[in-house]
C-alpha cells in the first residue's frame, strides 16, 4: 500500500479516541485497543479519515475536541452522533443480543427482535450517509466488524462506487448456524455489497462462502490458499481470511522497561514458590470462565502436588455491567471463586486470586511477565490477542501457553501451545497438570518458536495485507 497515495478511510463502531466529563469540562484522549493500534499509523500516513460513534452524550462539544485531537494525531475523525434509542436498539440489541450470540455459536444466548433489526438498519445507514458525503472517488474505504455489516450495501445504493473493504473481528457462523437467522439474507448480501471482506480464519471464511452459495445471484469461480472468488452479478467479490496480530516489537519493547520488570518482581515475590497461571478476559459469557474454574479444581484434585505450589490469577475486565445476564455471570464467578477457595486453601496459600477490575498498562505487562502459565480458554473467540500478548511479553521464552481450540489463534499457535477444548473438564485439567510439569527445556523451545512466528506475522503485516488484496481486487460497480 506504501506506493499508494490514496486516502485510506476507516470506519468503525467506536472512534480512536474516548470523550469523557472531568470535574466541569470535557477532555478527549487517545482509545485504546488491537484495532487502534493497528490502523492508526496507516490512517496518519494516508492523511485519512476515521468514522465512528463518538460514545459520549450530546453535550460534549464533539466537533470542536475531535478537530483538536485530530490535528495532534494527524488525521481527521468524523463523528456519527447517536441517540439513547440508536445505541440501545443497534448497539445494545441487535449487535450483542443477536449476531454477537449468534458468531460465537451460542445460540442459546440470542435474541431475535424486529424492532432491534429495523434499527441496526437504520443506524447502518447513517453511518453511510454521513459517509457518502465525505467521500471522494478515490478513497479506499475500510469498515469494520460485525456492528457495521450493511454499511457497504447502504453506500452502493447511495451511489458511491469507491473500493469497499470489510473485515469482520469475530467469528462468523456455519451456514445452518446462520439459518436461524430470520435476516440472514439481508446479512449476507450486506457483505456481499463490499469487494473484499476478510475473515480472521480459514474456517470463518468456508463458513461465509458455504453460506453466501446458497443465494441464487452468487456463484464460486475460484479457490486459491488466502482467498475466494465470488461472482455476484456483474461484480467479482473477494473473501479472504487475514489473522489480526499485535504490533509485537512494541510490546516486547514495553515489557522491558525497569517499572514493569519491578512490577512483575513484586507480583512474584507476593506469591513466591509458586508457579503462577495467568487468565485474562472480559466479562463475558463467550470465555468459558465457569469451565475454567472448574478445570482448574479438578487439577488440584488431579495432580495435588499443585496445592501450594500454584495459584490462578484470573482478572476479570468489568463489561456490560447493567445488563442482568452480565451481572448474573459475575454472581456465578463469584460463588465459584469463593466455593473452590474454601475447598482448598491453606495457611498462606489461597488457590484462585480473582480480580474484578482492569489493570493499568504497566500492571498488565508485569502479569504477562511473572506469570508461567496462560489459560485462554474461550468457548468461542475470532481471535483471541492477549494470546499472542502474553507470548510477546515472555521475555525469558519460559511461559506455557493453554489455548482453546477454538480460539481464532489456535490456526496459528496450536503447534506450540497445548490446545484444549473447554467444554473437556477433564482435559483441560490434564493440560493444567502437563504445564505444571513441563521441563525448563520444552517450555523454551515452544515459547521461543511461538514468539518467532508472531514477530514475522505481527499487525503491520496483517494492515498490508489486507490492502494489497484491496488494491488487487477486481472493481466493477
Not at 463490499?194 to 469461480?221: K, M, S
Not at 467479482?236 to 525497569?258: W, Y
Not at 496459528?412 to 490434564?430: C, F, H, K, S, W
Request: charged share 25%.
Amino acid at each position: 500500500m506504501n506506493d499508494d497515495n490514496r486516502r485510506m478511510v476507516v470506519v468503525s463502531n467506536r472512534l480512536p479516541a474516548v470523550i469523557h466529563p472531568n470535574e466541569d469540562r470535557w477532555e478527549i484522549e487517545a482509545g485504546s485497543g488491537g484495532l487502534v493500534t493497528a490502523l492508526e499509523p496507516v490512517v496518519q500516513a494516508h492523511q485519512g479519515l476515521w468514522i465512528g460513534w463518538p460514545g459520549c452524550s450530546e453535550e460534549a462539544p464533539v466537533e470542536a475536541l475531535l478537530e483538536q485531537f485530530g490535528q495532534q494525531r494527524g488525521y481527521r475523525l468524523l463523528p456519527v452522533p447517536l441517540s439513547e434509542d440508536q445505541v440501545q436498539g443497534y448497539y445494545h440489541g441487535f449487535s450483542n443480543e443477536t449476531l454477537w450470540p449468534l458468531f460465537h455459536d451460542l445460540l442459546g444466548h440470542c435474541r431475535f427482535d424486529t424492532g432491534t433489526w429495523k434499527v441496526y438498519r437504520e443506524v447502518n445507514d447513517l453511518f453511510a450517509r454521513v459517509m457518502a458525503d465525505q467521500l471522494s472517488e478515490s478513497d479506499l474505504v475500510w469498515v469494520h466488524d460485525y456492528q457495521l455489516v450493511l454499511v457497504g450495501d447502504c453506500l452502493r445504493r447511495l451511489g458511491c462506487h469507491q473500493r469497499l473493504g470489510y473485515f469482520l473481528h469475530i467469528p462468523f457462523p456455519s451456514p445452518d448456524l446462520l439459518r436461524r437467522l430470520p435476516w440472514k439474507d439481508e446479512i449476507l448480501r450486506g457483505l456481499l455489497a463490499y469487494d473484499l471482506i476478510g475473515f480472521q480464519t480459514l474456517r470463518d471464511r468456508r463458513n461465509f462462502v458455504n453460506g453466501a452459495a446458497q443465494l441464487p445471484e452468487v456463484t464460486i469461480i475460484g479457490r486459491q490458499r488466502y482467498h475466494t472468488l465470488l461472482q455476484v452479478g456483474e461484480r467479482v467479490v473477494r473473501a479472504g481470511h487475514f489473522p489480526i496480530s499485535i504490533d509485537v516489537s512494541d510490546f516486547e519493547r514495553r515489557a522491558r522497561a525497569p517499572e514493569v520488570d519491578e512490577a512483575a518482581w513484586y507480583l512474584h515475590e507476593n506469591l513466591e514458590g509458586r508457579q503462577l497461571i495467568l487468565g485474562i478476559d472480559r466479562l463475558d459469557y463467550t470465555k468459558g470462565l465457569q469451565e475454567r474454574f472448574l478445570a482448574f479444581e479438578r487439577a488440584l484434585e488431579i495432580c495435588p502436588e499443585m496445592r501450594g505450589k500454584s495459584s490462578l490469577l484470573q482478572i476479570v475486565v468489568p463489561s456490560r455491567t447493567d445488563v442482568p445476564e452480565y451481572q448474573r455471570h459475575k454472581e456465578m464467578l463469584d460463588r465459584e471463586t469463593g466455593r473452590i477457595n474454601s475447598r482448598f486453601a491453606e495457611a498462606g496459600w489461597v488457590p484462585i486470586h480473582y480480580l474484578y477490575r482492569s489493570l493499568d498498562p504497566v500492571q498488565l505487562l508485569a502479569h504477562y511477565r511473572a506469570c508461567e502459565i496462560a489459560l485462554i480458554t474461550p468457548l468461542r473467540d475470532g481471535m483471541n490477542l492477549v494470546a499472542k500478548e502474553y507470548c510477546a511479553c515472555s521475555l525469558d521464552n519460559n511461559g506455557v501457553l493453554i489455548l482453546s481450540e477454538f480460539a481464532g489463534a489456535a490456526d496459528q499457535m496450536g503447534r506450540d501451545a497445548l490446545l484444549v477444548n473447554p467444554y473437556d473438564i477433564d482435559g483441560t485439567a490434564e493440560a493444567i497438570c502437563r504445564a505444571f510439569h513441563m521441563p525448563q527445556e520444552e517450555r523454551q523451545r515452544r515459547m521461543r518458536r511461538l514468539r518467532q512466528d508472531l514477530r514475522r506475522n505481527d499487525v503491520h503485516r496483517w494492515v498490508d495485507l489486507f490492502m494489497r488484496n484491496l488494491l488487487a481486487v477486481s472493481h466493477r460497480h
